[in-house]
């Protein structure tokens, strides 16, 4: 069975400081590894994934993720943040023959001026 | 339409009645999903369709819940015998069907059960 943990339910954090919200993994196959955002009132979007290939991926709005296997880790940092970056994010994990995704809980960013 | 449509956005029901919810995909898009998304939680797992049959049911929680898709677009989930733990966000999802591809998601319903 797959299995996402996302630490941190909250992150408060102010406006260009580094953030960093992890994520940790538990698969006994493959996986995709994904980072899903949710802005206040809106419904999910994907902000990046990994397949395969390189393991550090980028979004278009400065995020970036690194997979690290050894450590089942797909970590989500951006080095400053802006007031817009507020939202919920949301890592998920695929894998094997089905397509679902496992998400896990979420962590709330919160950027203040 | 351009994006994944569910209606109704929000439902309040009562204890005990019957409720369908439905999810409009993406042309073309053969995987469907349904999520359940209570407070304070990330996106639970419940019915997952490849085309018109439904690939994995594991995460439906009893047999309450039951989900169709009979012509491999729209689908409805269908619950019956509400109770108030019901109450959440009932997210569906679409995508092209390929392992590792980009889940779209639609707003969501809410629905209340009182």
């Known amino acids: 069975a797959q299995s996402v943990t996302q630490l941190d339910s909250q992150v408060p954090v102010f406006e260009e400081a580094p953030v960093e919200l992890r994520c940790n993994y538990s698969?006994?196959?493959?996986?995709?590894l994904f980072w899903y955002v949710q802005y206040p009132n809106q419904g999910l979007q994907l902000l990046l994934k990994?397949?395969?290939?390189?393991?550090l991926v980028e979004s278009i709005n400065g995020f970036e993720a690194e997979f690290n296997k050894s450590q089942t880790s797909f970590h989500l940092r951006k080095p400053s943040v802006h007031i817009s970056d507020t939202a919920e994010y949301f890592c998920?994990?695929?894998?094997?023959?089905?397509?679902?995704?496992?998400f896990g809980k979420g962590t709330k960013l919160s950027v203040k001026p | 339409g351009a994006g994944v449509s569910q209606t109704p956005s929000n439902k309040v029901t009562e204890k005990g009645k019957y409720v369908e919810l439905r999810c409009d995909p993406i042309?073309?898009?053969?995987?469907l999903y349904w999520y359940r998304q209570s407070l304070g939680q990330g996106p639970e797992f419940l019915i997952y369709?490849?085309?018109?049959?439904?690939?994995?049911d594991s995460g439906l929680p009893n047999d309450r819940f039951f989900a169709v898709r009979p012509e491999g677009s729209v689908s409805t989930l269908k619950i019956q015998r509400t109770e108030r733990g019901d109450s959440a966000v009932y997210l569906c999802?679409?995508?092209?069907?390929?392992?590792?591809?980009?889940?779209?998601f639609g707003q969501g319903t809410r629905l209340t059960v009182v």
């Open positions: 999802a679409s995508s092209p069907g390929l392992l590792g591809t980009e889940a779209f």
């Open positions: 990994y397949l395969s290939g390189s393991t």
């Open positions: 042309s073309g898009h053969t995987a």
């Open positions: 998920a994990v695929s894998g094997g023959s089905q397509g679902n995704l496992i």
């Open positions: 369709f490849q085309g018109t049959g439904a690939a994995d």
């Open positions: 698969s006994s196959v493959s996986v995709y």
